[in-house]
């Protein structure tokens, strides 16, 4: 006990002497003026395809290493250009993207393991068991040959029909039976436990017949413990936005899985800003929608010739549609709480907790790793020490693990005083580590600890980066209400 208190003490202290490392956290933030920075506030992702040769390219590589924080291969990890040859893997220009991602602290979507189009020559002439065969062999080496690198896999690209059926397309893939979407999910997953794995498509951007069979199989996959997590939304779009978007994304994600704006462009003219803008919101309100990819960085690098359908001009320069996005994100409310209250969380996913006064997240102050380091409120930035996850405690009750330290959140010493400190400490799953989450209005939640019954609160309603948080008796003030912002 002597010892816990005399480590308070010490905190006190190391807050004060670390004042300095605070001005330079805040001043290195760059929140609101890059669509990776603005993203990340969100619990987002921003992306761009990239093709590799264009790495050389200076002006290329300044705007994709200023404004993105994820990349995706547009044409490098293809059949055609991973397995050129049966049983011959090249891995040049992935490894390559992989390896400007990995220097420059950005994600990678991986895209894509199986698809009708873009096959090398011996796959199309092949069918049957052995194209079966050479297809779940070419998702099992790619994959593994990436493993641990990858953020989502596109495992299968297009496999749905255009037009009103909602069936599948047809294609060499499909005449070989219709279980070889699943097979390839599962052969993925074996492959690859860490990545998420995602089924993606174009023309499913609204509520209609072919976005309605791919809703259909990731509900059949849901239901028969086929591993997919997650629903890519190519958006290529023209001049209109289809009125339920965000309605489409929203019904897929209350299947259970994640959803992704994958290969975003759109039509110049005078609406290209303004659906840029309304594709962006509509990711922010749907709290399983994990970020944005555009198809490409400049106008010039798009496969869509003269559309001129990205962000960036020929020259180089932001263009209107960049700002909207921007603006989008930087205006954009926050989701919707996660889960809604009175359900059960998701003990595998990762949360932030924003708290409803300040609009700032609960965060473990300065980085720190250590039993006793102080709880504080922070302006978001999606790092890993805003990251929490539900452990449950049996109940209702659950502790909240930082995904930056391992610890969890803790009352003190076991203190039922107000004004008592949260910190964090090593899971010991004691009364004073357990929390309920108590319904408030709006869809906001009191974090209530079991051994006291109190309620974590940002400290005297402070707005400040750094403020304390504490336990203080549930009164239902803005400074204890909490969002649960769902982040992965
Ligand atoms: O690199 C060769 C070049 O050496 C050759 O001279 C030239 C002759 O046409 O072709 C070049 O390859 C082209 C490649 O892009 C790189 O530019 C291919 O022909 C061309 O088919 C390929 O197009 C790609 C297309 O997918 C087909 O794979 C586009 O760049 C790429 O943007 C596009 O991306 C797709 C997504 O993967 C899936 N969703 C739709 C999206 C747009 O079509």
Redesign the pocket.
């Known amino acids: 006990m002597t010892s816990k208190r005399t480590l308070l003490s010490a905190m006190a202290l190391a807050v004060a002497l670390t004042a300095g490392m605070t001005a330079t956290l805040d001043s290195t933030a760059s929140a609101g003026t890059t669509l990776k920075a603005s993203a990340a506030e969100k619990g987002r992702y921003f992306g761009a395809?990239v093709a590799t040769g264009k790495l050389s390219d200076s002006q290329y590589v300044g705007i994709l290493n200023r404004e993105f924080n994820s990349v995706v291969a547009?044409?490098e990890m293809?059949w055609d250009a991973t397995e050129p040859q049966q049983g011959r893997f090249s891995y040049t220009g992935g490894d390559r993207l992989v390896s400007h991602a990995r220097a420059n602290g950005m994600s990678v979507r991986g895209?894509?393991l199986l698809w009708h189009?873009?096959q090398p020559g011996w796959a199309q002439s092949l069918s049957g068991s052995a194209l079966r065969n050479a297809a779940i062999n070419h998702v099992t080496q790619v994959a593994s040959h990436f493993r641990g690198q990858i953020h989502s896999w596109d495992v299968v690209?297009?496999a749905f029909a255009d037009g009103g059926g909602g069936g599948r397309r047809d294609s060499n893939l499909q005449r070989t039976g219709n279980d070889w979407i699943e097979a390839a999910f599962r052969a993925a997953r074996a492959a690859d436990p860490g990545a998420k794995l995602c089924y993606n498509d174009?023309n499913t951007d609204g509520v209609n017949a072919k976005s309605t069979g791919v809703y259909n199989m990731v509900r059949d996959f849901k239901a028969r413990g086929v591993p997919i997590d997650c629903v890519g939304f190519?958006s290529?779009l023209g001049t209109s936005l289809p009125g339920d978007y965000q309605a489409n994304l929203q019904r897929f994600a209350d299947l259970g899985v994640d959803v992704q704006i994958t290969?975003l462009d759109v039509m110049k003219g005078a609406n290209q800003a303004n659906i840029y803008a309304a594709v962006t919101r509509s990711c922010l309100a749907v709290s399983r929608c994990n970020g944005i990819t555009v198809?490409g960085v400049r106008d010039s690098d798009s496969?869509r010739g003269t559309d001129d359908a990205l962000l960036f001009d020929r020259s180089g320069n932001k263009k209107p549609a960049y700002t909207a996005v921007l603006n989008a994100l930087n205006e954009g409310g926050n989701p919707p709480s996660t889960p809604p209250p009175g359900l059960p969380v998701d003990t595998s996913a990762w949360y932030l907790l924003v708290n409803r006064n300040s609009g700032k997240a609960l965060d473990v102050y300065n980085l720190a790793t250590n039993d006793g380091a102080r709880i504080s409120q922070w302006t978001r930035n999606g790092g890993a020490n805003q990251q929490w996850q539900f452990v449950d405690s049996g109940g209702g009750y659950y502790r909240l693990k930082s995904r930056h330290s391992g610890k969890v959140l803790d009352v003190y010493n076991f203190s039922t005083s107000d004004a008592a400190a949260i910190v964090q400490w090593s899971d010991g799953n004691g009364t004073n580590q357990q929390f309920r989450l108590a319904e408030s209005a709006g869809g906001y939640v009191r974090v209530i600890n079991r051994n006291s019954g109190k309620a974590v609160e940002v400290q005297g309603a402070s707005t400040s980066d750094g403020a304390n948080v504490v336990q203080y008796t549930d009164w239902g003030g803005n400074n204890q209400q909490w969002q649960l912002i769902r982040i992965g």
């Open positions: 395809a547009e044409n293809k895209h894509a189009a873009q690209n297009e174009y190519q290529h290969e198809w496969w």
